[in-house]
């Protein structure tokens, strides 16, 4: 059920969000959760959309002009907005799909990529630093001990970050 849930009708409706954010032209990049399991692993069902910029001055009027087309299309709640951040809810008869816009940081590690979903998708290293970014000490204490347990005593090595990074996604 699951499954359907997602194929059948979440992931058409994020595919009609990024192909009208597409259509746009605006700077904005697909990273998070959903750009991970779409593009990259294919692990796991994404529930929201991320799209990212970086330290961009055009920051607020590209979301305005996101938000605005998504609103002439579907019932749209604006739950939050600040000068880097807006978050907003679509609703399709009974779906409901969080949109998430942020203004990130300057860095950015590797080059963003184009797949079939979305022409501007985030480097996997860049999502894996964003989510260790994301993890508090404890929780980066136990995702290195976890680590450590699955090598049994062999040297922890950052040599494959993928296959660690496929490794702790557990959590996310």
């Keep these: ?13 994020q595919d009609d969000v990024l192909a009208i954010v597409k259509g746009l032209n605006l700077n904005f990049y697909l990273t998070g959760g ?21 330290d ?11 938000i605005n087309a998504l609103k002439n299309r579907w019932t749209c709640d604006v739950a939050a907005t600040s000068e880097t951040f807006a978050r907003i809810f679509l609703r399709k008869e009974n779906l409901t799909l969080k949109v998430d816009f942020v203004n990130d940081v300057p ?5 963003i990529q184009g797949f079939p979903i979305f022409h501007r998708v985030d480097s996997w290293r860049n999502i894996l630093s964003n989510k260790l970014c994301a993890l508090s000490r ?19 090595k950052w040599a494959s970050p993928k296959n660690q990074f496929l490794m702790m996604n557990y959590k996310f």
């Design 1 to 13: 059920m699951q499954e359907t849930y997602y194929l059948d009708k979440l992931y058409p409706l």
């Design 34 to 54: 959903t750009a991970l399991g779409r593009c990259y692993l294919n692990h796991r069902y994404s529930d929201d959309l991320d799209f990212f910029m970086n």
């Design 56 to 66: 961009s001055d055009n920051f607020k009027a590209e979301c305005s002009t996101a």
């Design 107 to 111: 860095r950015h590690y590797g080059k």
């Design 138 to 156: 404890s929780e980066f204490k136990m995702y290195l001990s976890q680590s450590r347990r699955v090598h049994r005593g062999n040297a922890f």
